[in-house]
């Protein structure tokens, strides 16, 4: 669990910052095309895996928060992170 959700937020930054130095989204400021908000995101579920021995419910706010953040931000290129986090966030719940 603790490890997909990592997983999820490492490559949540590598992804925004490809898309970023690529400039397959341009950092505007627009809906859709803040591409540090991705990698904020990306750190929010790192932050948000490591809580989730600790506080779970804390955690899952995190992780939900991550997920949520990082479509808003990079749109379709934050899919396979944001599905990695929702999985883990699915164990996380399931475990109560």
Same mark, same amino acid.
């Given at each position: 669990?603790?490890?997909?959700?990592?997983?999820?937020?490492?490559?949540?930054?590598?992804?925004?910052?490809?898309?970023?130095?690529?400039? @397959? #989204?341009?950092? !505007? %400021?627009?809906?859709?095309?803040?591409?540090? +908000?991705? &990698? *904020? $995101?990306?750190?929010?579920? =790192?932050?948000?895996?490591?809580?989730?021995?600790?506080?779970?419910?804390?955690?899952?706010?995190?992780?939900?928060?991550?997920?949520?953040?990082? @479509? #808003?931000?990079? !749109? %379709?290129?934050?899919?396979?992170?944001?599905? +990695?986090? &929702? *999985? $883990?966030?699915?164990?996380? =719940?399931?475990?109560?």
């Amino acid at each position: 669990m603790k490890t997909l959700a990592i997983v999820g937020g490492v490559v949540g930054i590598v992804i925004s910052l490809f898309c970023q130095l690529f400039a @397959i #989204i341009d950092d !505007s %400021y627009t809906f859709g095309n803040i591409g540090f +908000l991705g &990698v *904020i $995101s990306g750190i929010i579920a =790192i932050i948000g895996a490591n809580l989730m021995k600790r506080n779970k419910k804390y955690a899952s706010f995190l992780l939900f928060l991550s997920c949520v953040t990082g @479509i #808003i931000a990079i !749109s %379709y290129f934050y899919i396979l992170p944001s599905l +990695l986090t &929702v *999985i $883990s966030l699915v164990l996380l =719940i399931k475990s109560k």
